[in-house]
């Protein structure tokens, strides 16, 4: 307790080096590797775990998808305040790991469906206990990963002396190295976990396996933290600066409000209006934070695109033939031959590219990317059996005889060859059939069938495919049909053929190649530079400020996606596609627009020009707060005045 009051740092009693570097940044990188994992790895078949395990349709499971990815990055500020403020960043991890790898168990868990298949058919006879565990699983694992999200990378930072800048820069490499190293290795494994089967009384794809190993690992990244805690150096909680900003800038608002009156001189930016309490070097910090955070506005619309990829691009390989993994290859592979070839070309070329114009491109790339996954889109549903709309009602007519079959609907005749399956498709459910079939006779010849009753039904069956009963009458009265059941009919031969209903899906996954190529690209352009331009710009202690901006971007993105799909509600997926697309070039241009305004800054320049206050001038801005008090209640007595006389 003392250590927190008085801001101390806690250090290891004996602190082990390797080749430089402290022995406990071991323990938090491998920790950091099977977080990722885990995190990856369960998010890699969750889309896919709503669709076929819970039965959602692609509407539903795209927004559970998004909400979930929208809470992982709320939490981080939940979290960058619980660390700092009080229980400090070794603890906060710590508990927070715990709350994640009990979510992680609940979601293996829940997707075990022989906990309620009671009839042993293969499907879960209480949905709503799997989902209500999905959902409690889901939760913690927000909580858990989005809190200590904001803790792991500062942690290891903690653990270098002011000397060692050298090796903290080439920790901060192996760190995110790692991140991308789980990444890749759990977005190729957990499908093929989840491709497995198993169960007890019936054999399903493995979703337990392809949950159970990322809780797995969220355990070992748990236990592998705390092995090291001997040999960390645990700095104190001392002040939250993301409360100490928002109480800066809640001040400025105020005072402004209240001092609105023509009759108060203007200042030269609305924060200076938090001069009578606030310290001009925090507010000059402020200052810096608030220019950039403004040109944070635009930026979730390319979030929104981006995390799509693990939503309605998963959805949409479903439908295409193959399988394998290519996004995470293509972020290790583009990484560095972006930085090592594709930017000195282009300084190379004379060409000023700074942060803002890649960021720019970056978010144009990802708008193509839209564009090529809806011209993907259009090819698979050429490929695709059409199915009917609310209002329409389809017929699927088999012809298993070895000769053309006659059918008349409501006047309209058409032939189905032999051996033939055809779907017709009508605007309206009631409708008049006749059949009129050709048999060899006893002579070899062909003889016409002309008494309905007798041989047409006898050689017909109706399938009710819908959810309610059927009622079939005409020359023969079938009576009810149940959902999912047919009608009986009676047959004189039974010819056994096979019938392709839906053809197999033809379009390769190789077609999606090119969108996650200029995603990637455009991830590369637009994320890293963005968080270097963010570091770069951000005052020295304000740092962690923009990084809880940076992320809340990310849950901006995600929750637009939730609006639009839901606005939008477009027929054909490839136009909503189309509709991502061209909402990110329309803000790409506002964001291009704004950039051309911007003017760099060198903060560590302009923190240089405040020097430490000296007790006059604090006394000086005490006087100045209590003249502004009086001044603004003289403002008030002439109005107060002006009511009594009325």
Known sequence: MAD???????????????????????????????????????????VLYFRYFLRWDDDLATTIYHTFVALCYLTPILGAIVADSWLGKFKTIVYLSIVYTIGQVVMAVGAIHDITDTNQDGTPDNMTFHVSLSMVGLFLIAVGTGGIKPCVAAFGGDQFEDHQEKQRSTFFSIFYLSINAGSLLSTIITPILRAQECGINSQQKCYPLAFGVPAALMAVALIVFIAGSSMYTKAAPKHNVMLQVCKCIGFAIKNRFKHRSSAYPKRE??????????????????????????????????????????????????????????????????????????????????????????????????????????????????????????????????????NPLSVSVDGTPFDIQRSVCQHRTFLRCCFSLFVQRKLKS??????????????????????NGFGTVLNVTGAKDLGAITPKN?????????????????????????????????????????????LEFSYSQAPSNMKSVLQAGWLFTVAVGNIIVLIVAEAGQLPEQWAEYVLFASLLVCVCIIFSIMAYFYTYIDPAEIEAKFTEQNPEDKEEKK????????????AEKPEQTKQTKI
């Open 269 to 402: 930016h609305w924060m200076d209006w938090a001069n009578e309490k606030y310290d001009k070097l925090l507010i000059a910090q402020v200052k810096m934070v608030l220019k950039v955070l403004f040109l944070y506005i635009p930026l979730p619309m390319f979030w929104a695109l981006f995390d799509q990829q693990g939503s309605r691009w998963t959805l949409q390989a479903t439908t295409m033939n193959g399988d394998f993994t290519v996004n995470p290859i293509l972020i290790l592979v583009m990484v560095p031959i972006v930085d090592s070839v594709v930017y000195p070309l282009i300084k190379k070329c004379g060409l000023n590219f700074t942060p803002l114009k890649r960021m720019t491109v970056g978010m144009f790339l990802a708008g193509l990317a839209f564009v090529a996954a809806a011209l993907v889109q259009i090819q698979i549903d050429d490929t695709l059996p059409k199915f009917p709309s609310h209002s329409e009602a389809q017929v699927k007519f088999l012809n298993m005889e070895n």
């Open 4 to 46: 927190k009051e008085q801001g101390r740092t806690k250090k290891s009693k004996s602190k082990v080096d390797c080749c430089g570097y402290p022995l406990s940044i071991f323990f938090i990188v491998v920790n950091e590797f099977c977080e990722r994992f885990s995190y990856y790895g369960m998010r890699a078949v969750l």
């Open 486 to 530: 047919f009608s009986d009919y009676g047959l004189c031969w039974t010819t056994i053929q096979q019938v392709e209903d839906i053809k197999p899906n033809t379009i390769h996954m190789a077609w999606q190649i090119p969108q996650y190529f200029l995603m990637t690209v455009g991830e590369v352009v637009f994320s890293v530079t963005g």
């Open 442 to 463: 006893e002579r070899g010849g062909l003889r016409e069938d002309i008494d309905e009753s007798a041989y047409c039904l006898s050689g017909c069956r109706f399938v």
């Open 623 to 634: 006087k100045g707060l209590e003249l502004g008090n009086m001044s603004s209640l003289a």
